[in-house]
C-alpha cells in the first residue's frame, strides 16, 4: 500500500512538473502587435489561419494578462513580452506599477520581436499636404516662400489639442511642450527671427526690470499678427536663458512689452534674443508654423514630401511610467515624439533601460526619481531633495537625442541619512539634449546620494552636460565634447554653491574641444570641471583635458584634490580663488544665507555627516572664507597656461606639488591621443599614475 501511495504521489509530482503553465524554468512569452486584438490569447507572435487567435494589440492588454495568470498562479519562471514590428501609438502612460514586478531571477522583460523595430511613439504622422493658395496667407509669406509652403488641416485629421507654449527656461518647471513638427525623425525649427544669428536688445527705457526692451531695425513692422509671439533670449547672463511672451510690439517706438514674469534678470542692453511662432517669418526650408485658430500647420519641407514621413508630437504624459515596481527591463525599443518626458520610473528597485533609442521628446529623456513639474526647482533650491528614485534603477546601452529640457534625471538616496542609491547611467550616448530649455537642462542631472554615471559620449549641447548635487557620486569614463557651446561661466561638469555636497569623484573622464560664447570679458569662460561656489570635498582624478577652456575651476571650496590630470592647450589648467574675500562677500556678511542655511538642512555638524565628512563637522569655526584643504598634486601641463590663484590665495593656504608643468611630459603619442608617460619622462618621478584613456567612453 505505501509503494502504491509513493508511486501515486511522484506520478502527480512529475505530471506537474511537465505542466506548462506551472514549469519553474520555462518562460511565458506573450506579443503585441499592431494588428492584433486583445480579443485573442496573445500566445501567438502572428494571427493564425483562420484569423481567430494571435497577439494582442496593446501593452495593457499584455501587462492585465500576466498580473491574472500571477493571481491564478500560473507564472512560475520568466515573462517576455515581445512587441511585432511597427508603431505603437501613446496618448498616456503606458503604466507599470508594483504589482507588475519580476524577480532578480526573473525579470519581466518588454522588447522588440527579433530582428524587427517596436516604436512607442506620442505622434501622429500628418497627410493631406497641399499647396498655400488663400490670398491672406500668401499676402503674410515672403516671395520666396510662396510655392514651397505648404498646408495642412490638423482637425480633419482629429488633432485639435495643439498645446500651448509656455514661458519655460532658467528658474522655471518643466512642463510639457507644445505640439512639435518632425520630419523624417528630425525636429523642424518653428518659424523665427533670425534664422541662425542673434538680435540684440537696444535698450531698456524703464530699466532692467520694466518688462519692456527695444530692438533695432524694422523687421516686426511686416508682422500682421502678434498675440502668439514669443521671444527667447539670454537677456542678462550667458548661463540664464528663458521664453517670454509679446503682449504688445510699438512699432514706431521699436518697443516690446513682455508679459510677466518677464526676462530672469530683466532686459540688459546688448544681450542676446530672437522671435519665434511668426508666420511672416516662414522663411526657409525646415522651418513652419501653426495657426491655432484653424488648425492649419504651414510648413517648407527641407526635401519632397512623397514618401517622407511628417509627424507631430501629440501625448503630453511619459510614454512609460515605472511606479513602484521591480525587476523590470524595457529593451531595444524607440521611445520617440512626445510632448513630454519618455520614460519616468519613480521608486521600486532594479529597473532597467537597455539599448533604447529615445528622441525628439518635448522635455527629457528618461527620468529616475525625478517629478517633470517641479524636479529643477526642487533641484537647486532644497538641499535635502533626491526623490523617489528608488535602488539599482537605471539606463543603459541607449541614445537619447533631440530632447527638449535634459537627456536623463538621475536621482535617488536620502542626503539626511546618506544612504546611497545605486542608480547609473551607463555606455550611452546623449547628444542634442537642449532644444528647448538652453541652460541647466543637462545630459545628466544627477542628485541624491550614491549614484553612477559612466562610460557615456556627452556632446552637442549649449550648456553643461552633468550637473550634480548630492552627495558621493561617481563620474567616471566619460567623454564630453562641444557642449557649454552657447553660453558662458558655465561647465561641461558643474555643481555649486554647498559646502555639504561632498563625497563626489570626478576621475578617468576625457574632456575637449569646449569653447562657448566670448563674453565682456573677452574670453570663452567655459570650465570642463566647475566646482562653483564653494563646492568642496571632491576628488578630481585622472582625467585628459584638452583645449576645454578654463579646465578646472574651484570657485572658494574646501577639501578639494586635483590630482594625477593631464592639461593640453587649457587656459587656465587651474583656477583656484577665494571669493569670499572678493565679489561674494556678501555670502559672509548676512546679506545671503544660502551657505548656511544648507549646512543646517543636513546637521552638517552631527553624524552621518560629522563622521563621514569631519572637516565639515569644523567648517564654521576654521575660518569658512578662506579655501582650505585643497590639493593640487602631481597633474602635467602642457601649453597654454598652468596655474591662476585669485584672492592673494599662496601656496601656504592651497597644497601644490609634483606637478610636471615646465618640462616636456613624454607622453607616447600625444597626437594618437596615447597620453601614457615614456620611459625617463619626469611625469615618472612626480609619481604619475597612467590614465587608462582606452576605457572612456561607451564599451
Not at 507654449?165 to 527671427?193: C, H, V, Y
Not at 528614485?389 to 537627456?407: A, H, K, L, P, Q
Not at 562653483?532 to 571650496?557: E, F, H, I, K, P
Request: glycine fraction near 12%.
Amino acid at each position: 500500500m505505501d509503494y502504491l501511495l509513493r508511486a501515486l504521489v511522484s506520478g502527480c509530482i512529475l505530471a506537474l512538473l511537465a505542466c506548462p503553465a506551472i514549469a519553474a524554468t520555462e518562460e511565458l512569452r506573450l506579443y503585441v502587435a499592431p494588428g492584433g486584438s486583445d480579443s485573442w490569447s496573445g500566445i501567438r507572435p502572428a494571427a493564425n489561419a483562420s484569423g481567430t487567435d494571435g497577439p494582442f494589440r496593446t501593452l495593457e492588454r499584455a501587462r492585465d494578462e500576466i498580473r491574472s495568470m500571477r493571481k491564478a498562479r500560473r507564472i512560475h519562471g520568466p515573462v517576455t513580452v515581445l512587441l511585432r514590428g511597427g508603431s505603437y501609438f501613446r496618448e498616456n502612460s503606458f503604466l507599470l506599477t508594483e504589482e507588475d514586478s519580476g524577480s532578480s531571477a526573473r525579470p519581466v522583460v518588454f522588447r522588440p520581436f527579433e530582428g524587427e523595430k517596436a516604436v512607442l511613439t506620442g505622434g501622429r504622422e500628418l497627410s493631406g499636404f497641399g499647396p498655400v493658395t488663400d490670398e491672406p496667407v500668401l499676402a503674410r509669406l515672403q516671395p520666396a516662400a510662396h510655392g514651397h509652403v505648404l498646408r495642412a488641416d490638423l482637425r480633419k485629421q482629429g488633432i485639435r489639442d495643439f498645446g500651448a507654449m509656455t514661458a519655460r527656461g532658467f528658474g522655471r518647471n518643466i512642463q510639457p511642450a507644445a505640439l512639435e513638427l518632425f520630419f523624417q525623425d528630425k525636429p523642424m525649427q518653428l518659424a523665427r527671427w533670425p534664422n541662425s544669428e542673434w538680435a540684440l536688445i537696444a535698450g531698456a527705457p524703464d530699466g532692467k526690470d520694466g518688462g519692456k526692451f527695444t530692438y533695432e531695425g524694422d523687421r516686426p513692422s511686416g508682422w500682421k499678427q502678434t498675440g502668439d509671439i514669443w521671444f527667447h533670449g539670454y537677456w542678462g547672463y550667458d548661463w540664464a536663458d528663458t521664453y517670454e511672451k509679446a503682449a504688445s510690439i510699438d512699432t514706431e517706438k521699436r518697443e516690446i512689452v513682455t508679459v510677466p514674469p518677464h526676462g530672469v534678470y530683466g532686459y540688459h542692453p546688448g544681450k542676446r534674443f530672437y522671435a519665434l511662432n511668426i508666420l511672416e517669418e516662414l522663411d526657409e526650408p525646415g522651418e513652419w508654423f501653426l495657426d491655432r485658430s484653424s488648425g492649419v500647420l504651414y510648413f517648407w519641407p527641407p526635401a519632397p514630401l512623397s514618401e517622407r514621413k511628417v509627424s507631430v508630437s501629440i501625448a503630453a504624459e511619459p510614454l512609460i511610467t515605472v511606479r513602484g515596481a521591480a525587476h523590470i527591463r524595457i529593451e531595444g525599443l524607440t521611445v520617440e515624439c512626445g510632448r513630454g518626458c519618455g520614460v519616468e520610473i519613480m521608486g521600486g528597485r532594479d529597473v532597467l533601460v537597455d539599448r533604447c533609442l529615445i528622441r525628439n521628446l518635448g522635455t527629457v529623456g528618461v527620468s529616475i526619481g525625478g517629478l517633470i513639474g517641479d524636479i529643477y526647482g526642487r533641484l537647486y533650491n532644497e538641499t535635502t531633495y533626491a526623490g523617489d528614485g528608488g535602488r539599482n534603477n537605471g539606463v543603459r546601452r541607449s541614445e537619447i537625442v533631440n530632447t527638449g529640457e535634459g537627456g536623463v534625471i538621475l536621482g535617488g538616496g536620502n542626503r539626511k541619512t546618506l544612504t546611497a542609491a545605486g542608480n547609473f547611467v551607463e555606455d550611452c550616448r546623449i547628444h542634442s539634449f537642449q532644444r528647448w530649455a538652453r541652460t541647466y537642462r543637462p545630459a545628466v542631472a544627477i542628485h541624491g546620494v550614491g549614484n553612477r554615471v559612466a562610460h557615456n559620449l556627452l556632446y552637442d549641447a549649449p550648456h553643461s552636460a552633468i550637473i550634480l548635487n548630492g552627495n558621493d557620486h561617481l563620474i567616471e569614463f566619460n567623454e564630453f565634447h562641444h557642449v557649454c557651446m552657447e553660453t558662458g561661466d558655465a561647465g561641461a561638469f558643474y555643481m555649486g554653491r554647498d559646502w555639504s555636497q561632498r563625497g563626489n569623484i570626478v576621475r578617468f573622464n576625457y574632456f575637449h574641444d569646449l569653447h562657448g560664447v566670448e563674453g565682456q570679458k573677452g574670453f570663452t569662460d567655459v570650465m570642463a570641471v566647475y566646482l562653483d561656489d564653494w563646492s568642496s570635498g571632491t576628488l578630481v582624478y585622472g582625467n585628459v583635458c584638452r583645449q576645454a577652456g578654463r579646465a578646472v575651476l574651484a570657485g572658494g571650496g574646501r577639501d578639494n584634490t586635483i590630482e594625477n590630470n593631464i592639461f593640453i592647450d587649457c587656459r587656465p589648467a587651474i583656477h583656484v580663488d577665494a571669493r569670499g574675500l572678493g565679489w561674494a562677500k556678501y555670502y559672509f556678511d548676512g546679506s545671503n544665507n544660502t551657505l548656511f542655511d544648507r549646512l543646517k538642512a543636513v546637521n552638517h555638524d552631527k553624524p552621518p555627516y560629522s563622521t563621514k565628512y569631519p572637516e565639515l563637522a569644523r567648517l564654521l569655526d576654521d575660518e569658512p572664507v578662506m579655501p582650505k584643504g585643497n590639493k593640487i598634486v602631481r597633474n602635467i601641463c602642457v601649453g597654454g597656461k598652468w596655474l591662476e590663484l585669485q584672492n592673494g590665495l599662496t601656496d601656504k593656504v592651497i597644497l601644490i606639488q609634483d606637478n610636471v608643468v615646465e618640462a616636456a611630459p613624454g607622453f607616447r603619442d600625444m597626437d594618437a591621443n596615447d597620453f601614457r608617460p615614456k620611459p625617463g619622462s619626469p611625469a615618472h618621478s612626480a609619481g604619475f599614475k597612467p590614465i587608462p584613456f582606452k576605457e572612456i567612453g561607451p564599451r
